[in-house]
């Protein structure tokens, strides 16, 4: 059983930035492809961004291609979100996704084996 905890989310102004860190524990973290998901008030759950196992494969959705960077440190079981250029729309829970499949089984929002309990980013002036 693979525990979650995200952190560093918050309140940020139109063009800021923030880093979202997911710390994991209980499992072998090198082994799962770990990825990123939001979900914004009265709508579904969407991808943000996948990492591999490696790192050798990260993926984004096209919204967030250019601004978001998915990075992974093994050593520390951590999986990171660095967010520039903010925009309202990226308001939204972020939820931390630990996965057992590729990460293109991932992106496709699928095949994920454990969640984070989530974190508010807040886009507003």
């Known amino acids: 059983q693979v525990q979650l905890v995200e952190s560093g989310g918050g309140l940020v102004s139109p063009g800021g930035s923030l880093r979202l860190s997911c710390a994991a524990s209980?499992?072998?973290?090198?082994?799962?492809?770990m990825g990123w998901f939001r979900q914004a008030p009265g709508k579904e759950r969407q991808f943000v961004a996948v990492?591999?196992?490696?790192?050798?494969?990260?993926d984004y959705a096209d919204s967030v291609k250019g601004r978001f960077t998915i990075s992974r440190d093994n050593a520390k079981s951590t999986v990171y979100l660095q967010m520039n250029s903010l925009k309202p729309e990226d308001t939204a829970v972020y939820y931390c996704?630990?996965?057992?499949?590729?990460?293109?089984?991932?992106?496709?929002?699928?095949?994920?084996?454990?969640w984070g309990q989530g974190t508010q980013v807040t886009v507003s002036s």
């Open positions: 990492i591999s196992w490696m790192s050798g494969v990260r």
């Open positions: 996704a630990a996965s057992r499949k590729p990460s293109s089984t991932v992106a496709a929002s699928g095949g994920v084996d454990y």
């Open positions: 209980g499992g072998t973290f090198s082994r799962y492809t």
